[in-house]
């Protein structure tokens, strides 16, 4: 007769660890699936600039890379769904920064905008209310929960706000840059210390 031995310790581990894993995924998914959902659903609505497919490709293939870090990586690292190390993670934010510098703006593959222009409460308010839109999914999701580290909020907080910011980039077709730094930059800023201070709420209220 065979008798099975006790798990060890390092087993233990790692069956827990793989435990929490399977958790995060199961809220990531779906958070995923409705961000996804709200993001074309309001482009739908809105309507995408009529000059969306004129742009070079260069351009947009920049947009889909930026959006593939704000609705999937940055998320993923806030979870725990995605580890990567210090030096990655920083590799990930300056890119982000240089990324949305282009998208918004189109610089350096068409000339920076001095067009006349002014800052708009509209597009301001695209950004802010598709931001709100996503961060009650994180909220009800419970992203910002998954996770002890404080750094986990800002992940979320950050590819929240990018999201908004290709949502009214992609609908609003001025390239003033009098325009895109108060109302689409400055929508996204705002957004950024919202969803920021919200998380650190939630956290400190359910953590």
């Known amino acids: 007769?065979?008798?099975s031995r006790p798990p060890s310790a390092l087993e233990a581990i790692r069956a827990e660890l793989g435990r929490e894993q399977e958790e995060r995924r199961a809220h990531f998914r779906p958070a995923l699936?409705?961000?996804?959902?709200?993001v074309v659903a309001l482009l739908v609505v809105l309507g995408v600039r009529p000059d969306l497919l004129g742009l070079s490709p260069a351009r947009l293939a920049v947009q889909v890379v930026l959006w593939a870090l704000c609705l999937v990586v940055f998320p993923a690292l806030g979870v725990g769904v995605l580890f990567v190390g210090r030096m990655m993670r920083v590799i990930l934010a300056v890119s982000a920064i240089a990324l949305t510098v282009v998208a918004s703006t189109g610089w350096p593959f068409a000339p920076l905008a001095h067009a006349p222009g002014a800052a708009s409460l509209g597009c301001f308010s695209v950004t802010l209310a598709t931001g709100i839109a996503l961060l009650g999914i994180g909220?009800?999701?419970?992203?910002?929960?998954?996770?002890?580290?404080m750094t986990a909020v800002f992940w979320i907080a950050a590819g929240l706000s990018l999201v908004a910011l290709n949502v009214v980039t992609w609908h609003c077709p001025a390239s003033g840059m009098l325009h895109i730094l108060p109302s689409h930059v400055g929508g996204a800023a705002v957004l950024l210390g919202l969803a920021a201070l919200?998380?650190?709420f939630?956290?400190?209220?359910?953590?």
């Open 1 to 3: 007769m065979t008798t």
């Open 139 to 149: 909220v009800l999701s419970g992203a910002f929960l998954q996770r002890r580290k």
């Open 33 to 38: 699936v409705m961000s996804l959902v709200a």
């Open 198 to 200: 919200v998380g650190w």
């Open 202 to 207: 939630v956290r400190r209220r359910d953590g």
